[in-house]
């Protein structure tokens, strides 16, 4: 059974630290990887998708990296904000049988970026 | 192009009750996923369906039902509500059958006196 964990489960950083953010997921068998945030109370925003045969993906400040193999993934943010305070989500999708067109999600690590 | 749409957005009902949730896809989007978000157990899957067939279904008992009609719109039911549904329910999308980004909607609100 896929298994996925995120990496802290909570940081709390200052304005303009760059940050990472760590995903493990127990299953290789996936589809692709999303970082999805989340605000209070609200729904989730795809942030980044990497599909299973790509090493990264980058948009703006934000770089996503992938290792199938040994089961990683890392976010990265730059130059951090107050506005990127939120609940970062990672989850894998699945890519056979049971698992097919579902996705697993970690906990969840939930950032505050102070001014 | 809209997002996707989910009504209501809060709901309140008492135990014993049925509720019904509704689910708008992106516009060509044939892919449907729902997913239960609480405190203590976090995002986990309650079923999908691709044009209205169900693929999948998640560990979750039978009182959660849910279909897909021709115009991907899709629905979930629960029936016989516990306190332990009070949960946000979320509803994705996604363009392709499998390995698709998949684009959530703002969710569902449910609680359960």
């Known amino acids: 059974k896929q298994e996925v964990t995120q990496i802290p489960a909570a940081l709390s950083v200052p304005e303009g630290e760059n940050l990472v953010l760590n995903c493990s997921f127990t299953?290789?068998?996936?589809?692709?990887l999303q970082w999805f945030r989340q605000d209070p109370g609200k729904g989730l925003t795809s942030l980044l998708l990497?599909?299973?045969?790509?090493r990264e993906q980058t948009s703006g400040r934000l770089n996503a990296s992938l290792d199938k193999s040994s089961g990683r993934s890392t976010l990265y943010i730059a130059a951090s904000q107050p506005g990127d305070s939120a609940t970062y989500l990672c989850?894998?999708?699945?890519?056979?049988?049971?698992?097919?067109?579902?996705?697993?999600f970690g906990r969840g690590t939930q950032l505050t970026v102070w001014p | 192009k809209a997002g996707v749409t989910q009504t209501p957005r809060y709901l309140i009902k008492t135990r014993g009750q049925q509720v019904t949730l509704s689910c708008s896809p992106i516009?060509?989007?044939?892919?449907v996923s729902w997913y239960q978000q609480t405190p203590g157990q976090g995002l986990q899957f309650l079923f999908e369906?691709?044009?209205?067939?169900?693929?999948n279904k998640g560990n979750f008992p039978g009182r959660f039902s849910g279909r897909q009609f021709s115009n991907s719109r899709s629905e979930m039911n629960v029936s016989t509500l516990e306190l332990g549904d009070s949960a946000l329910y979320l509803c994705?999308?996604?363009?392709?059958?499998?390995?698709?980004?998949?684009?959530f909607g703002p969710g569902t609100r449910l609680t359960v006196l």
């Open positions: 994705a999308s996604s363009f392709l059958k499998s390995g698709g980004p998949q684009f």
């Open positions: 299953d290789s068998a996936i589809y692709n």
């Open positions: 990497i599909q299973s045969s790509q």
């Open positions: 989850a894998v999708s699945g890519a056979r049988g049971s698992t097919l067109g579902r996705l697993y």
């Open positions: 516009s060509g989007h044939r892919s």
């Open positions: 369906y691709f044009s209205e067939t169900q693929r």
